[in-house]
């Protein structure tokens, strides 16, 4: 399958022009509630400077909602959506595609389902008919279908000996087991072999649907032209969509460390454990905490220790991940075999360092200047910017987030950010996945099998 790229030329200019925009005093990026004749609902930032339309759509419940030995389907509806539609057979509808330089995307993720649509101004009604035909009348034929199965079959064989894929996944087996979470995004050979067209519309006829419906649009566009595009593309969709009962999880194996042998000169490993969820109050703390510890690449004490003093690994990270229903921690460093063991044994150093005594009123006060400096290139362009959007409505931050998300990490106090440093972070409850051929790292436990 071929994806269109926008135009590279259009793209430059169009985050050219957002960041001039944010550059601007006082700018402020300002976000309209646009509510369409049939009740759907969209945040939009308004952009004259270029005659594009960007559109941005998620549905709740993506992969996590796959039914058990069925992984993997919402990732095969995703690559197969722009495959044919309506009177369009494949090569038809990419075609027009091309024709019309429109860029449209289609993703699952664990929680989400992902769409976006990004359209010359002149095209847009075009574009905006291939979406809706897309979303409402995919043909999923049978050529289309085993070409893409094949393509994921051979991705999978691929992944299967990436040890970086690996060790993320047996991590996730590790701490989630059985539960969604647990499974990958993908799916494995024997999954995928399973999954049917009947799958495939059933997966779109009782998930897409506007009750799990959010947008963003940013453009030139009026909230008028908005509502239309709105009942045009998702008002024929069901009004509701069947409840998946997903229970909440908390990660498990802590403090194990589990070995997958696997002959490379070089070992992968994932660190991680449970974390703070983005409705939580402590997840500004945390968020600064994390940055400090090792989200904050070259700045980061991980980096440092790791990296720059001892020359232990090229990189060396941390990241929060707060899911719906789990959140955590997690972070990863490669190195040769014969020092990760002393690599484990400085970011368990760290870890409980920061556990212990927090960071400096120094360190919090540089991480402030930086999250909140660096923000406006996370909105360089209208396509992050519609993301943006989403997210904002998904996570339920409020409709004036962006202007009020650097008073959330000013209000953050040094002593909040050790608190929450003592409460999350525990060095002994570290869960620990080392793929490759480690010297001196002792396994504490079984590897969870992982299907491929």
């Known amino acids: 399958?071929?994806?269109?790229?926008?135009?590279?030329?259009?793209?430059?200019?169009?985050?050219?022009?957002?960041?001039?925009?944010?550059?601007?005093?006082?700018?402020?990026?300002?976000?309209?509630?646009?509510?369409?004749?049939?009740?759907?609902?969209?945040?939009?930032?308004?952009?004259?400077?270029?005659?594009?339309?960007?559109?941005?759509?998620?549905?709740?419940?993506?992969?996590?909602?796959?039914?058990?030995?069925?992984?993997?389907?919402?990732?095969?509806?995703?690559?197969?959506?722009?495959?044919?539609?309506?009177?369009?057979?494949?090569?038809?509808?990419?075609?027009?595609?091309?024709?019309?330089?429109?860029?449209?995307?289609?993703?699952?993720?664990?929680?989400?389902?992902?769409?976006?649509?990004?359209?010359?101004?002149?095209?847009?009604?075009?574009?905006?008919?291939?979406?809706?035909?897309?979303?409402?009348?995919?043909?999923?034929?049978?050529?289309?279908?085993?070409?893409?199965?094949?393509?994921?079959?051979?991705?999978?064989?691929?992944?299967?000996?990436d040890p970086n894929i690996v060790a993320s996944r047996v991590w996730r087996r590790a701490v989630f087991g059985e539960h969604p979470y647990g499974r990958p995004v993908g799916g494995t050979l024997g999954s995928i072999a399973s999954i049917t067209a009947k799958d495939l519309r059933d997966f779109v006829t009782g998930r897409f649907a506007r009750d799990r419906l959010i947008v963003g649009a940013v453009g030139d566009i009026s909230p008028a032209d908005l509502a239309h595009i709105l009942d045009q593309v998702f008002g024929n969709l069901?009004?509701?969509?069947?409840?998946?009962?997903?229970?909440?999880?908390?990660?498990?194996?802590?403090?194990?460390?589990?070995?997958?042998?696997?002959?490379?000169?070089?070992?992968?490993?994932?660190?991680?454990q449970q974390g703070v969820k983005r409705n939580s109050p402590d997840y500004y703390p945390a968020y600064l905490m994390n940055y400090i510890l090792g989200g904050g690449g070259f700045s980061s004490r991980l980096y440092a220790e790791v990296r720059e003093k001892r020359g232990l690994a090229y990189s060396v990270y941390s990241y929060l991940n707060p899911m719906q229903r789990a959140a955590i921690i997690s972070g990863g460093v490669a190195t040769r075999n014969d020092q990760v063991a002393q690599s484990i044994s400085v970011i368990r150093e760290e870890w409980g360092r920061m556990r212990k005594t927090g960071p400096s009123a120094e360190e919090v006060a540089d991480a402030k200047t930086y999250l909140n400096g660096s923000f406006p290139l996370r909105l360089g362009s209208t396509s992050s910017i519609a993301r943006m959007l989403v997210a904002m409505q998904y996570h339920d931050l409020g409709i004036d987030y962006i202007e009020r998300r650097n008073d959330l990490i000013n209000e953050v106090t040094l002593t909040r950010v050790q608190r929450v440093a003592r409460?999350?972070?525990?060095?002994?409850?570290?869960?620990?996945?080392?793929?490759?051929?480690?010297?001196?790292?002792?396994?504490?436990a079984d590897t969870p099998e992982i299907e491929i």
């Open 1 to 161: 399958m071929i994806k269109h790229a926008y135009s590279w030329v259009v793209g430059l200019l169009t985050a050219f022009a957002v960041l001039v925009a944010l550059s601007l005093p006082g700018y402020a990026v300002k976000v309209e509630k646009v509510v369409s004749p049939g009740g759907i609902e969209a945040w939009l930032v308004r952009d004259h400077s270029i005659p594009i339309t960007a559109l941005e759509f998620w549905f709740r419940d993506g992969a996590s909602t796959d039914p058990k030995g069925k992984t993997g389907l919402a990732s095969m509806v995703s690559s197969l959506l722009d495959e044919g539609a309506g009177d369009l057979d494949s090569q038809a509808f990419q075609d027009r595609l091309e024709r019309l330089s429109v860029r449209m995307s289609f993703s699952a993720r664990l929680e989400t389902f992902r769409g976006s649509l990004k359209t010359l101004n002149r095209n847009r009604d075009e574009a905006v008919a291939l979406l809706r035909l897309a979303l409402n009348k995919p043909r999923f034929d049978a050529e289309s279908i085993e070409r893409m199965r094949r393509q994921i079959t051979a991705g999978l064989k691929r992944k299967s000996t």
């Open 238 to 272: 069901p009004v509701t969509a069947p409840d998946v009962a997903l229970d909440a999880t908390k990660t498990a194996a802590g403090g194990e460390t589990f070995v997958v042998q696997m002959d490379i000169p070089q070992s992968v490993v994932v660190f991680g």
């Open 423 to 444: 409460r999350m972070l525990d060095p002994e409850k570290l869960t620990v996945v080392v793929v490759g051929k480690p010297e001196r790292v002792t396994p504490t």
